[in-house]
Nanobody, 129 residues
Framework: QFELVESGGGLVQPGGSLKLSCTPS????????IAWIHKAPGEVPEGVSY????????DYADSVKGRFTISRDNAKNTIYLQMNNLKPEDTGTYYC??????????????????????WGQGTQVTVSS
């Protein structure tokens, strides 16, 4: 079964940190670019961090640049999102989603969410004092 599972969410005070993990079930991530997507209450989903299948390229939304870091450990088949200096507006559900990168596209980092056709169930992040 082709599935992505997110973990690591929780309640944190403003200025705090969380590290999210994304682990697949039923496949390996080696050939997939991954996006972390933030869905705030009442808002449309926003891609906040992206990483290519070989880990050599990343991209970030302006709202998280300098605060979030996406990384991958293909040996552990896991993608991470380190979130620092969290703000109340970071509250919401975070999803990881996959995009298959074919041969010759290991450095590609699609930023259009329609390019990511498998999403996990999400993990909740709440930033509040």
């Amino acid at each position: 079964q082709f599935e992505l599972v997110e973990s690591g969410g929780g309640l944190v005070q403003p200025g705090g940190s969380l590290k999210l993990s994304c682990t697949p079930s039923g496949f390996t991530l080696n050939y997939y670019a991954i996006a972390w997507i933030h869905k705030a209450p009442g808002e449309v989903p926003e891609g906040v961090s992206y990483i290519s299948s070989n880990g050599g390229s990343t991209d970030y939304a302006d709202s998280v640049k300098g605060r979030f870091t996406i990384s991958r450990d293909n040996a552990k088949n896991t993608i991470y999102l380190q979130m620092n200096n969290l703000k109340p507006e970071d509250t919401g559900t975070y999803y990881c989603a996959s995009h298959f990168s074919g041969p010759g596209h290991a450095d590609d980092v699609p930023t259009a969410l329609y390019e990511y056709n498998h999403w996990g169930q999400g993990t909740q992040v709440t930033v509040s004092s």
